[in-house]
């Protein structure tokens, strides 16, 4: 017979189940069984005969009779049987939860097991059945009670262990599927990767070769926008990996170039990056010479002209080459000018180890590695849009937004989707823009929209 220890029980029944264990052990000792109701002595051969079934016998007594006028007995023999019928329904659930585990993954042993654990629940069900319509109860009824609950209990116990087994495993396979996803999502990024690579260093647009100046139209502008805030957002990639490598905190960087912003996510902050490098790289846009001092303005009257022949000679050239054999060129000017406004003593030093880029950019020459070919190519397709963009009559004309302003769709673009989806879900509460990221343009009557992050600024979150 199982021991009752302590802890198997509520504290409230832990008296009582050291009183039954005692009862139990003397009448194990003497060799007396409750048999009818009537207390009878055993001899010590015919307890030696009965040793082996000294568990089962003390785990089911011998059934007895129960009169129908004693209603307190037969209320309280009702109550144990109830409480066996139960605890033998929880047994069988957990002989059914065990030979569900066993089958996934499929364990033979293990279901032959449970299976026949649960024939011998059954088998049991049905003698309590046979006990009831016989009316023959337990003769112990407190120790049932007892022994019921701990069956329940263990049976509780069992399907909980089972149910823990089953989310264990089902935690596994949820990581292992989250491995192989994360290990697919790095592949993709890397083939993105290499194939923008090879996009930027074709360094073709989409563009009709027969292209004239009579036939421009603000699509073709778009195009090359497009084209340029891609390489744009290649080179500040490139630009945070580099960072990240030197050890920078990339938190107090972001801030440092826009202060009281609360991005909607940890890598939102590239925005503020990319903000920065088009505000310096379009810096002077709106300047024929683009900020050139050494530069020689063309004529009025042929302007139009010229730059679109700088356009048609500068959309399909790799920009290395063309910067290494015509070191004076305008296009080589613009590149050194915006080096060395873009890229501080400091950032290179940290990113290179040394000055050597700058030192080679104020000596008329230009490294040969693939930070600075990142950089020209990015240069090349801002050289483009300004020299396609004063190929209009009119030119076409440069805006950003100021912090604070409402939004705009039709003269700005969101690049922070959940900004969107908060302004859909609460509308009265609208971000403001928090800064330009990419400027936007004018041509004639059509706006290209500028592109913006929507944010709320911290000093107001913080309320």
Sequence with gaps: MDSVKPSAVTPKKSKFARTVAKVLHLRSASGIAPVDGVQKVVTQDKVKDGKHRRKSTASRPQPYDINDKDEDKKSLAL???????????????????????????????????????????????????????????????????????????KSLSKIYEIMGKKLESQLRLKESEIMYLREKMEESNRQNRLLEKRLNQSGHLSMPDNLRQSGLNPTHFITVRRHTDKSIRSFVRLMIDEMKSAGWDLDAAAKSIVSDVAYWRPDDKCFAFESFVSREMFDGFHLPNFSLLEESLPEKKNQQQVFFRRFTEMKSAKATEYITHKPKSPFASFCRAKYLQLVHPQMETSFLGNLSHRSLVNSGEFPDTSFFATFVEMARRVWLLHCLAFSFDPEASIFQVRKGCRFSEVYMECVAEDALLSSENVPEADPPVAFTVVPGFRIGKTVIQCQVYLSQLQTKVSR
């Design 79 to 153: 109550e144990v049987h109830v409480a066996k019928l139960f605890a033998s329904l929880s047994s069988v659930k957990a002989a059914y939860a065990q030979l569900q585990h066993a089958q996934s993954p499929y364990d033979a042993d293990g279901i032959q097991g449970a299976d026949q654990l649960v024939v011998s629940e059954l088998k049991n069900l049905s003698d309590l059945k046979q006990c009831y319509i016989k009316k023959q109860f337990d003769p112990s009824p407190d120790t049932a009670l007892v022994l019921a609950d701990i069956q329940e209990q």
